[in-house]
């Protein structure tokens, strides 16, 4: 089905938005966890994003769309799963494994999605899409193990790289949950969750610090990564969010997932500039899990054309 040139324009512009914002994430986080730990990087993040966001629902759709109409526990409890629980997670894996190990775990969240689909719904997903999801995981094995499953759990990285699809599959989980608050517009339904996520981000990080596993930072270590937070409150969970949505409304979801796979290449590009070198087998595993998922994509918006 072709889109209305006005509705691709607006939707490429939106999605643009989103990979800029979004491409960053994984290596200006990598670089920001010395000086704040995973916990205190979650919430500084959400405590500035979620005050953004509020602004902007009050400015669009007025104070009223603050009120939860009866859907208080459901929205606390996604948001607790998607907000509190991918931003401790993501960010704690982080530590222990690389950003571009980060970047392409977190690509699989389209077939994560599918197989979600299947087993809540019972909506089994065509035998070339299972394939794909098959070769992607394939391709992301490839990346993490670098070939090598012996010596994987070498430095901590493997067990970083599971606490960070755990993470990711936090997230698929909130993506789902979206289609049960029929009525919200997007940004209400990220406000709306982004609030008690964002206090179970404060309760988690209060526990690690009595725990010992997390410290209050410094002002002066939240001083040399200012621009950094600036970046993650602005850009990631204000921008980043707003243009995913966006592109959604005008490009249809194959189509906005098909141009966020550009993200796990950006990510590579980025390390690469910053002197990071990589092992060929680490290539060909990105190379495996990008393709499997816009072999995938394209499969799909083919049968949607046809239908």
């Given at each position: 089905m072709l889109l209305p040139q006005g509705h691709l324009v607006k939707g490429l512009g939106w999605i643009a938005l989103a990979i800029l914002c979004w491409a960053p994430l994984f290596p200006t986080a990598k670089r920001a966890l010395p000086f704040v730990d995973a916990f205190a990087l979650g919430t500084l993040r959400y405590a500035i994003g979620t005050v953004l966001f509020i602004t902007l629902l009050i400015a669009f759709e007025g104070r009223q769309a603050l009120r939860y109409e009866g859907r208080f526990a459901a929205a606390a409890l996604f948001g607790v799963i998607g907000i509190t629980g991918f931003n401790t997670l993501v960010w704690y894996g982080l530590t222990y494994t690389r950003p571009e190990h980060g970047a392409i775990i977190m690509?699989?969240?389209?077939?994560?999605?599918?197989?979600?689909?299947?087993?809540t719904r019972g909506?089994?997903?065509?035998?070339?899409?299972?394939?794909?999801?098959a070769l992607a995981l394939f391709g992301v094995f490839l990346v993490v193990t670098k070939g090598s499953p012996a010596s994987a759990f070498e430095g901590g990285a493997l067990a970083g790289d599971l606490v960070i699809f755990l993470g990711a599959l936090s997230w698929v989980i909130y993506t789902i949950a979206g289609a049960r608050f029929s009525g919200w517009s997007p940004l209400r339904f990220t406000v709306l969750t982004c609030l008690p996520g964002a206090a179970g981000l404060f309760i988690v990080n209060g526990v690690a610090i009595a725990a010992g596993i997390g410290v209050v930072p410094s002002a002066a270590a939240v001083g040399e990564i200012g621009w950094q937070i600036a970046y993650f409150a602005i850009c990631t969970v204000v921008l980043g969010v707003l243009g995913f949505n966006f592109a959604v409304k005008y490009l249809g979801a194959l189509n906005t997932m098909l141009m966020l796979n550009l993200i796990p290449v950006s990510v590579f590009v980025i390390e690469a500039a910053l002197g990071r070198s990589f092992a060929a087998i680490e290539i060909a595993g990105a190379a495996v899990v990008i393709g499997a998922l816009v072999a995938n994509n394209l499969y799909l918006r083919r049968v949607s054309a046809r239908a």
């Open positions: 690509s699989l969240q389209t077939p994560l999605t599918a197989l979600a689909v299947w087993l909506l089994r997903p065509a035998r070339f899409t299972q394939a794909c999801i």
